[in-house]
Structures are given as C-alpha cells and as structure tokens.
C-alpha cells in the first residue's frame, strides 16, 4: 500500500501559480505544501524537505523542466522520493 501523501513540493516560476497550488493543497488535511520560485533552490533542498511529490512548471526561464528533473534525480535526498516517471 502506497504512503499517503503528506508533503508536496511546488516549483514553479509564476507566483501566482504557486499561490493556486498553496490555497487548493494547503485547505487539505494533512497536507504539507511548499512552493518555490527557483529550481535551484528546490535541487538544493531537496534531501531536506522530503517531499512525496513534486509538482514542477515545464516551461521555466532559467532551466525547463526536463533539465530540472535531470538535475533533481542527482540531488542528495531525491532516491527517497517515490517517481511516477523513469
């Protein structure tokens, strides 16, 4: 049986989406939910926060999404992650 989810991690650049992703996850029970506006900084926080799952924008200026996920699934922490995609 698959662990509830608990903690989700939102990445993207518009703030106005990650307002969206805070109001609609955030009214949920037991739910944890940070966002970020920077990929990077989600990379480098990643092993910390332990999310369960991440939600990322595709289209971002600095580093689009594909890059993002390389650079995610390298991070310390990121094999504890469950993944959707291989």
Do not use: W, Y
Not at 16 to 28: N, S
Request: proline letters at 6%; glycine letters at 4%.
């Amino acid at each position: 049986m698959p662990k509830p989810l608990q903690h989700v991690l939102c990445v993207d650049d518009e703030e106005d989406i990650l307002e969206i992703v805070q109001l609609c996850l955030g009214d949920l029970k037991n739910i944890k939910v940070t966002c970020e506006a920077e990929v990077e900084i989600a990379i480098q926080s990643i092993g910390t926060l332990q999310p369960d799952l991440i939600l990322l924008d595709m289209m971002m200026p600095k580093l689009d999404g594909l890059s993002a996920i390389r650079l995610f699934r390298k991070a310390a922490g990121f094999e504890a992650i469950p993944r959707a995609i291989d």
